[in-house]
C-alpha cells in the first residue's frame, strides 16, 4: 500500500466513523413516519431519517400503485439495512464486510447477503431466525433487480400487497437487529 493509498484509507475509516457516530446520536431518538392505516411498511423506531424518507416514498409507491419502482426501494432499503448492521457490528476492524476501499464504494448487494450469511452465528443472541431472513432477502433482492433490469417485468401491486406482511416482519427483523447493536453499545 502506498503513502497516498494509507491516507485514503485512513480517511475514509475516520469518515465512516463520524457516520456511525452521528448515526447512533440519531438512533437514539424514535423518528417520526408515515404510519397511516395503508402505510406498506410500519416501523415504531429508525437509527434515522434516511429511512423514515425511503419508507415514506415506499408507502407513497404502494399508495400509487407503482410495482416497479417499489421493488427498487424494498431491495435498496433491505441492502441498506444490512449495510448498517455489518457497519455497526464490525466498524472498521471488518470493514471489508460492507465496503470495498480500493474502489471507495460498498460492495454488491449480493455480496453483502453471502457476508451477513457468514456472520449469522454473531446474531444468535438477537434472533434464531436470520437465516430464514436471509433467504426472504435474497427473494425480494431479485425482485428488486428485475424490476429495475428487465425489459418484460411481470410485477404487480397484489404481488406486494400478498407480500406485504412479509416484507414488514423482514425489515422490522432488521431494525431489531440494528436497535440491539446499539444498545449493546451502549
Avoid: C
Amino acid at each position: 500500500m502506498t503513502a497516498d493509498e494509507s491516507v485514503v484509507e485512513g480517511d475514509l475509516k475516520g469518515y465512516l466513523e463520524s457516520l456511525t457516530k452521528m448515526s447512533s446520536e440519531r438512533a437514539r431518538n424514535k423518528v417520526a413516519q408515515d404510519t397511516g392505516k395503508d402505510a406498506f411498511i410500519k416501523a415504531d423506531w429508525l437509527p434515522d431519517y434516511f429511512y423514515q424518507k425511503l419508507i415514506d416514498e415506499i408507502n407513497r409507491l404502494y399508495r400509487s400503485k407503482l410495482p416497479v419502482a417499489l421493488a427498487t426501494l424494498i431491495r435498496k432499503l433491505l441492502e441498506n439495512l444490512i449495510i448498517d448492521i455489518l457497519r455497526r457490528r464490525y466498524g472498521n476492524s471488518g470493514i471489508g464486510l460492507y465496503y470495498n476501499t480500493s474502489k471507495e464504494r460498498f460492495l454488491d448487494f449480493s455480496t453483502l447477503v453471502k457476508n451477513l450469511d457468514s456472520k449469522k452465528a454473531d446474531f444468535q443472541h438477537i434472533t434464531q431466525n436470520l437465516g430464514m431472513a436471509i433467504t426472504d432477502i435474497n427473494h425480494f433482492k431479485e425482485a428488486g433487480n428485475r424490476s429495475a433490469h428487465s425489459i418484460d417485468v411481470q410485477i404487480t401491486i397484489d404481488d406486494f400487497a400478498k407480500d406485504r406482511e412479509r416484507i414488514n416482519h423482514l425489515v422490522q427483523l432488521l431494525l431489531r437487529i440494528i436497535q440491539n447493536i446499539e444498545a449493546e453499545r451502549g
